[in-house]
C-alpha cells in the first residue's frame, strides 16, 4: 500500500485509462470505469461508494457528485501524474508489482519451476510474477523501465 497518499482505493473514469496503468504500478488499487462496466457517471459513483473508493475525474460534473473525488484538468498523463504528485500521492514504483496494469486482479510471483508463455521470461533469468485474474504475466523489463523514467522525470 503506498505510503503517505490520500487513498489507496481509487477508481478512475472513462477518460483516464493510461492513468490506471501507472497508478497500478505505483501500488494503487485501481479501479478503472471501462474495466468494470461503469461508462455512466451513477455507475461510476455506485461502484466508488460500494468499494469504498476516490473518485479521480477529469469531469467537473461527475467530481462534484462524488463525495471523495479529485478533479484532474490535465490532459497528458505526465501532466496528470504531476497533479496526483501535487495532491500528495507517492508516485514511485513498487517494489512488487500488486495489482495487475491491465485489470487491476491481485498478481503473485510465478513459482521458478513453472514455465512461462513464449513472451515472458524464464524464470530462471528473471523474477515474474502472473495476474490469478486475467493470467497476465508481468517482470520489470523495459516497460517497468520506461515508467520509472517517466515518474522520475516528474
Not at 494503487?28 to 462496466?37: E, I, K, M, S, V
Not at 486482479?105 to 510474477?129: F, K, L, M, S
Request: with cysteine; aromatic share 6%; net charge negative.
Amino acid at each position: 500500500m503506498p505510503e503517505n497518499s490520500p487513498s489507496d482505493r481509487l477508481v478512475l473514469d472513462a477518460m483516464l485509462g493510461k492513468l490506471a496503468t501507472y497508478l497500478r504500478m505505483c501500488g494503487y488499487d485501481t479501479a478503472y470505469a471501462l474495466d468494470r462496466d461503469a461508462e455512466a457517471d451513477d455507475d461510476l459513483l455506485a461502484l466508488a461508494e460500494r468499494e469504498d473508493r476516490l473518485v479521480i475525474t477529469r469531469d467537473s460534473d461527475l467530481a462534484a457528485r462524488a463525495p471523495e473525488s479529485l478533479l484532474l484538468i490535465e490532459r497528458a498523463v505526465e501532466d496528470q501524474l504531476r497533479e496526483l504528485a501535487d495532491a500528495g500521492f507517492n508516485l514511485s514504483l513498487a517494489s512488487e508489482p500488486a495489482h495487475c496494469g491491465v485489470c487491476n486482479g491481485p498478481v503473485e510471483q510465478v513459482d521458478p519451476v513453472e514455465p512461462t508463455p513464449e513472451y515472458a521470461p524464464n524464470t530462471d533469468d528473471e523474477t515474474v510474477w502472473r495476474c490469478t485474474d486475467c493470467g497476465q504475466y508481468f517482470w520489470k523489463g523495459s516497460h517497468w523501465a520506461s515508467v520509472q523514467a517517466t515518474l522520475d522525470g516528474l
